[in-house]
T-cell receptor
Framework: GQQLNQSPQSMFIQEGEDVSMNCTSS?????WLWYKQEPGEGPVLLIA?????ELTSNGRLTAQFGITRKDSFLNISASIPSDVGIYFC?????????????FGKGTHLIIQP | DAGVIQSPRHEVTEMGQEVTLRCKPI?????LFWYRQTMMRGLELLIY????????DSGMPEDRFSAKMPNASFSTLKIQPSEPRDSAVYFC??????????FGAGTRLSVL
């Protein structure tokens, strides 16, 4: 089945640093979603991407839909303590939302003050 | 909007007992999904419903797991009998149109 590979698995950074993470797949995805999960909570959508090459921002977050449709990137600028959490990429299992989402294993972001 | 509501938030039970997890999707959403999250396997889709009808249950681990959606505003995931390896966080998510799913806060299940 489709698999999403996220890297890095974890990041230990200083407050104020910029963060970059990515997600790759051997299969083509028509939609890329980025979620954030905080301790004790469910994943919350950050950014949705629908078109190859698309670059979308949400505050300090910027995500890009790779040209090949097999990868996506998420950047966080000027990190703050509340950015701590697990960031997941996800995509529809069969190209349409009705079949559920495939999730990457997540990137754990830890910020040292 | 109250979002997706799951109950209980935490469940501790003994091996062999029946466990029932509950979910109320966002009003108006016509698809509902059950996921399981573990450290080893991450987030896995167990089953999903469209318009209250189960569409794909291939992710359900075994016959001990069952799910129902008797109406558009309620779904249950039942494990009978429960085993220690079922310990995980179980999420419910709902969707209206498109690909975006909205998740509940999850139920943390511990089977002793």
């Amino acid at each position: 089945g489709q698999q999403l590979n996220q890297s890095p698995q974890s990041m230990f950074i200083q407050e104020g640093e910029d963060v970059s993470m990515n997600c790759t797949s051997s299969s083509i995805f028509n939609t890329w979603l980025w979620y954030k999960q905080e301790p004790g909570e469910g994943p919350v959508l950050l950014i949705a991407l629908y078109k190859a090459g698309e670059l979308t921002s949400n505050g300090r977050l910027t995500a890009q839909f790779g040209i090949t449709r097999k990868d996506s990137f998420l950047n966080i600028s000027a990190s703050i303590p509340s950015d701590v959490g697990i960031y997941f990429c996800a995509g529809p299992r069969s190209g349409g939302g009705a079949d559920g989402l495939t999730f990457g294993k997540g990137t754990h972001l830890i910020i040292q003050p | 909007d109250a979002g997706v509501i799951q109950s209980p938030r935490h469940e501790v039970t003994e091996m062999g007992q029946e466990v029932t997890l509950r979910c109320k999707p966002i009003s108006g959403h016509n698809s509902l999904f059950w996921y399981r999250q573990t450290m080893m396997r991450g987030l896995e889709l167990l089953i999903y419903f469209n318009n209250n009808v189960p569409i794909d249950d291939s992710g359900m681990p075994e016959d001990r797991f069952s799910a129902k959606m008797p109406n558009a505003s309620f779904s249950t995931l039942k494990i009978q009998p429960s085993e220690p390896r079922d310990s995980a966080v179980y999420f419910c998510a709902s969707r209206d149109r498109g690909d975006i799913q909205y998740f509940g806060a999850g139920t943390r299940l511990s089977v002793l």
